[in-house]
T-cell receptor, first 117, second 112 residues
């Protein structure tokens, strides 16, 4: 079946604009994660959903960042009033079991590259 | 606090030569450890993982890694590198709860 997909693949925004990044996880996957990957760095955890419940949002860098997964499948990461420091690749990952079982494999999407001018 | 260190920002090896990528972690309990590979424009792909048991773990694409608790290390190895192995490699630790902590990555260049 299809893997994790993300759209758009590339997004250019002017500083101050709002953006919305979409993640379609593997069908039936319970857990969904968002990561931010700055240039030359590893992914950094942003937030975690178990079904529709956002159980951990401790990695969101500011209150301009907001994520939702209203029906427990597709998720959207929204960034309000974008700043240049928000430029990064945003990765989504899903896995079949609840996130407490850290050992199970996360399947990553290709990411959305956000550039804020 | 949990952390992962990959001391080498980039490594160049000749095709057919052996490879070792270093990874050191900081974590209070027995960690879950992972190696991922990221090719340009692609998402991360899991190469292998360690939870418990045998400290030498076999993965996909001919990779293996050895967990050494005394050195807090989880180095990735491959006996013979292929040009298609050129990519970015990330070591990661399952930090309890839902989080996975990634290192900054090592970029592998393969020369003919």
């Amino acid at each position: 079946g299809a893997g994790v997909s993300q759209s758009p693949r590339y997004k250019v925004a002017k500083r101050g604009q709002d953006v919305a990044l979409r993640c379609d996880p593997i069908s039936g996957h319970v857990s969904l994660f968002w990561y931010q990957q700055a240039l030359g760095q590893g992914p950094e955890f942003l937030t975690y959903f178990q079904n529709e419940a956002q159980l951990d949002k401790s990695g969101l860098p500011s209150d301009r960042f907001f994520a939702e997964r209203p029906e427990g499948s597709v998720s959207t990461l929204k960034i309000q009033r974008t700043q240049q420091e928000d430029s990064a690749v945003y990765l989504c990952a899903s896995k079949g079991l609840a996130g407490v079982d850290v050992g199970n494999e996360q399947f990553f999407g290709p990411g959305t590259r956000l550039t804020v001018l | 606090a949990q952390s992962v260190t990959q001391p080498d920002i980039h490594i160049t090896v000749s095709e057919g030569a052996s490879l070792e990528l270093r990874c050191n972690y900081s974590y209070g309990a027995t960690p879950y450890l992972f190696w991922y590979v990221q090719s340009p424009g692609q998402g991360l792909q899991l190469l292998l993982k360690y939870f418990s048991g045998d400290t030498l773990v076999q993965g996909i694409k001919g990779f293996e890694a050895e967990f050494k608790r005394s050195q807090s290390s989880f180095n990735l190895r491959k006996p013979s590198v292929h040009w298609s192995d050129a990519a970015e490699y990330f070591c990661a630790v399952g930090a309890g709860g839902f989080k996975t902590i990634f290192g900054a990555g090592t970029r592998l260049f393969v020369k003919a």
